[in-house]
């Protein structure tokens, strides 16, 4: 039987003898009548072409979903099997009810708008292998905008005209130069890891027409974020890194001025600062940033200074209006194993369209190598494709082949027209290999034999191009020569030039202009505000609009206390002194930013900086309302569950944008450790490798109040294991991170203010209570914070009236203080307690200055609530002993695996012993 049609839910079939038997079906009844020789009555033309172009749009929906899958973008194929398009299951024309290709279409209206009218079927797959199938696809079926997904079927499916020749002469020329440079490197510095870009030529021909389009598009900025593979082809070759200053690094020396002291980095992670010109006109500033060996971690630092370039120029979300990304674009490049594997990317995704997060899209390349240091692709994911991380946040691919760079070519305007156009993520996936092993000294062929049987038997990217070239009659073989013969002359001009070269200092200028190292010594800094500026700022911080539904706890705990507080300048507690310190701030025209998690509110509900009307849900932020003609602004960046990327983005802010305040704020303290490849790779060692400064500001709530394991430590270890502190010799500003344990509110608004108001940058780790945001003991006044005020390192005992009695000294850090008062005040004891407020730079003449008062002391104890493998103790026993020049106890936990016990008795019996025995020891 033949299938003939489907009416009115009837089933209708010639039978063997042309008689024609309906088979019907109703409430769950199926039956069927015979009638011999009656002919039916066929549906008109009409129906017949409404059934054929809904077929046809199937089977034009199949090619743009599944061509991809099908497409010749692998240029280094295992697999030799011969493949034909007819095997593809969902690309079979029988399958959308079409019985051979010469058949005659029609093709209406938004099927495909570069065929229209009547047409063979053959031709319509024809163009359809050629636009989904050769050696350019992509991926954009899950987009969710209908818009997007026409848009890119229509960049896909248009006919383009063919490449003129001075663009065929501009690719083969950065083929040419980009083998050439590898082969000199080879050549002259054979023992040295270049991590080449033979095998992924073609991109330079993807990043040369990406800075041409980008230059004739508004963008005046590009901020690129480059692992190693490829890098220093790419810098000498387009951004203009000096080839003599590369030659003078691979030599071993050093490429910064020696006043700095730098101490340096491997060369895969240097980095250019340039000015393109295009037509006689510079027309785009490109930025590549330093980046640390483990991989993508430079992602989000490259976001978040992009971001910083927004607010700096005062564009879109800062000022102008423009959307975002309108001047400033964003480019990452990944290797496939990293992109897949590193976590930090799915963070970056997720947070790409959250507000205060968002930079307009950014671009993304991934040089796919088809391996990770030796594990093949299949090893190295689940999915697919590399790529499929992309899908996340619907972002398209396009999958490229790397041995066809005028396809490449047109990879990189397909993205950057759709970045243009919708402000997103776009990826491109090139395609590619990996001549040599992971640098140039591996050997691959011990894992993966197969496929470098046919790398070895290939020829490279650019000899194969120059061949079209010269079959097409574009290009003569000597012309080619000629090419390469000017590029290695100019190298080697460049190796003799390196013999020479000097470093340039071209650091801090720009908006670093004014900013320069830290001093050798501790300085101190006057951050004291007048009276009336703290009142003003005060009440500021809670005044709303008249017609705003205030949350009635708020109104009732937050608001009419601080009011009450700012109108006496008494009992100023922890909030509010931060209030003060970022007002005052704004008042004065820089920018505060705080992130995290829940920052708005607050972790311990005590911030409240922004309020949320209860009844239409609408944000206001009272900081941001001072006066009129104000100029600084609070930015409130609550984000997602995310640690890394999200700390990684405000140290990219910070390294931009130097008069300006950058927070993050961690849940709980010991939430940083998802970001302890931030802290150790950018934050603590950035300005002693690449003499990057940053001044961002990191608080990390800490505290033994019972809460277990997690959520009680931060782990000041850790950060104090991280400064280059020096035990035997006295500190100076010059330290490369400030570790600071406050212990009063005025310490804390002095920390924020100095961040801001000296002439250098130093991140600053601050050790933030929890239970202290409420204690009534932990407080200050106005007459705390006001002008001659500053932020003091020790805190001495100013209730002790004879200094000469006092026989011990409890020297400890933050909330522990305020339990060791208590207990003392019981006990009547003749004991002094010092507070050190600052660990790195350590205090060693403040704290010397305390000592000395207490003549006829015998006895010094250190005293904090960590375990004893854990907290300051090891970092002050070793400082305190050779520069104060006494011995001192420890009062604390005993060396525990975990920071704190889970149970509550536990707990309590610890505790107990901790407030007894520093009076006995």
């Not at 003129?164 to 002259?188: P, Y």
């Not at 009142?535 to 709303?544: A, D, L, N, Q, R």
């Not at 430590?713 to 330290?735: A, H, M, P, W, Y």
């Amino acid at each position: 039987m033949h299938f003939h049609g489907l009416l009115k839910n009837r089933l209708f079939l010639w039978g063997k003898n042309k008689d024609f038997i309906r088979f019907y079906w109703s409430d769950n009844v199926f039956g069927y009548k015979k009638y011999p020789n009656i002919k039916f009555k066929l549906p008109d033309k009409s129906v017949q072409n409404q059934q054929e172009n809904s077929n046809l749009y199937r089977l034009v929906s199949a090619y743009r979903k599944y061509g991809h899958q099908y497409s010749y973008i692998n240029p280094v194929r295992t697999n030799q099997t011969n493949f034909s398009i007819e095997d593809a299951d969902e690309l079979n024309i029988h399958r959308y009810g079409f019985d051979n290709l010469e058949q005659p279409i029609e093709i209406n209206e938004g099927i495909i708008n570069q065929l229209k009218g009547h047409v063979i079927l053959r031709d319509l797959i024809e163009f359809l292998n050629n636009v989904y199938c050769t050696y350019l696809s992509a991926e954009f079926d899950y987009l969710e905008s209908e818009e997007e997904r026409v848009w890119f079927a229509e960049q896909l499916e248009t006919d383009l005209p063919i490449l003129n020749l001075s663009s065929k002469l501009a690719i083969v020329r950065e083929l040419i130069k980009s083998q050439v440079f590898d082969q000199f490197l080879a050549k002259r510095f054979s023992s040295v890891k270049r991590y080449g870009a033979e095998g992924a030529e073609s991109m330079s021909v993807f990043f040369n027409e990406l800075f041409h389009q980008a230059a004739g598009s508004n963008i005046r900025d590009l901020v690129l974020a480059l692992p190693h593979r490829g890098r220093l082809n790419l810098l000498v070759g387009l951004l203009n890194y000096p080839a003599a200053q590369l030659f003078s690094r691979l030599n071993g020396n050093p490429d910064f001025p020696e006043k700095y002291q730098c101490s340096g980095d491997v060369l895969s992670h240097i980095i250019s600062s340039t000015d393109l010109y295009y037509d006689g006109k510079s027309t785009l500033h490109v930025t590549t940033l330093r980046n640390p060996s483990h991989l993508e971690a430079v992602n989000p630092v490259s976001m978040g200074k992009s971001r910083a370039k927004h607010l700096f120029n005062h564009e879109a979300g800062y000022g102008d209006g423009a959307r975002w990304g309108e001047r400033i674009l964003n480019v990452q490049v990944h290797g496939d194993a990293a992109f897949t594997g590193q976590g930090v990317n799915q963070e970056c995704f997720e947070f790409s369209g959250i507000p205060h997060f968002e930079i307009g899209g950014t671009i993304h390349l991934i040089v796919n190598n088809q391996l990770g240091f030796t594990t093949p692709g299949k090893l190295g994911r689940s999915s697919r494709y590399c790529s499929d991380l992309a899908k996340i946040i619907a972002a398209p691919v396009v999958h490229v082949n790397g041995d066809h760079p005028e396809k490449v070519v047109r990879a990189a305007q397909i993205a950057l027209n759709y970045q243009r156009k919708f402000r997103k993520d776009v990826v491109v996936d090139l395609n590619c290999f990996r001549r040599w092993g992971h640098n140039e000294m591996d050997d691959p062929t011990f894992t993966n034999p197969n496929i470098y049987v046919l790398i070895k038997a290939r020829r490279s990217v650019p000899d194969r191009y120059a061949s079209q070239l010269i079959e097409e009659g574009v290009l003569s073989e000597n012309e080619i020569l000629e090419i390469q013969n000017e590029y290695f002359t100019w190298l080697n001009e460049e190796l003799e030039a390196s013999k020479i070269w000097i470093p340039k200092d071209v650091y801090f200028k720009g908006p670093w202009s004014g900013f320069g190292p830290a001093p050798a010594a501790i300085t101190t800094w006057d951050t004291g505000i007048d009276v009336d500026l703290m009142t003003f700022v005060g009440e500021k911080s809670v005044k709303y609009p008249d017609n705003f539904n205030v949350h009635s706890t708020i109104l009732r705990g937050h608001v009419k206390n601080r009011l009450a507080k700012v109108s006496e300048g008494l009992n100023i507690d922890w909030s509010t002194a931060e209030a003060l310190a970022i007002g005052s701030l704004l008042f004065q025209g820089h920018n505060v930013r705080i992130s995290g998690q829940d920052v708005g509110r607050g972790t311990f509900s005590q911030r409240h900086a922004m309020f949320v009307d209860q009844g239409d849900g609408h944000v206001f932020v009272p900081l941001n309302h001072l006066h009129e003609h104000q100029r600084g602004f609070l930015e409130l960046a609550n984000s997602i569950l995310s640690e890394e990327a999200v700390l990684a983005f405000e140290y990219g802010m910070s390294i931009e944008s130097p008069n300006d305040l950058f927070i993050w704020e961690a849940q709980f303290g010991d939430f940083f450790n998802g970001a302890q490849i931030v802290f150790d790779t950018f934050i603590s060692s950035g300005e002693a490798k690449w003499i990057y400064q940053s001044g961002l500001t990191v608080l990390l709530p800490h505290g033994y109040d019972g809460a277990g394991p997690e959520h009680s430590s931060c782990r000041i270890e850790r950060f104090l294991q991280l400064t280059d502190s020096n035990e035997d010799k006295v500190d100076g500003d010059n330290v490369n991170m400030q570790i600071c344990q406050p212990s009063t509110p005025a310490q804390y608004f002095h920390l924020l203010r100095r961040q801001v108001l000296r002439d250098y940058r130093k991140p600053l780790i601050v050790v933030t209570p929890k239970t202290l945001l409420r204690d009534s003991e932990c407080i200050s006044h106005f007459s705390d914070m006001t002008k001659g005020n500053y932020f003091k390192p020790v805190l001495g005992d100013y209730s002790i009236m004879e200094p000469t009695r006092v026989k011990r000294v409890l020297i400890t850090s933050g909330k522990h203080y305020y339990s060791l008062k208590k207990q003392l005040t019981e006990r009547q004891d003749e004991v002094a307690i010092i507070r050190i407020e600052c660990f790195c730079p350590f205090p060693t003449y403040e704290l010397l200055q305390e000592i000395t008062q207490y003549k006829n002391a015998q006895n010094f104890v250190w005293c904090q609530e960590e375990p004893q493998n854990m907290g300051a103790w090891t970092f002050i026993k070793r400082r305190f002993e050779n520069l104060i020049g006494k011995k001192i106890n420890y009062c604390g936990r005993q060396c525990q695996a975990a920071p704190a016990v889970g149970v509550s008795a536990l707990h309590k019996q610890q505790e107990l012993e901790l407030l007894n025995k520093p009076f006995s020891i």
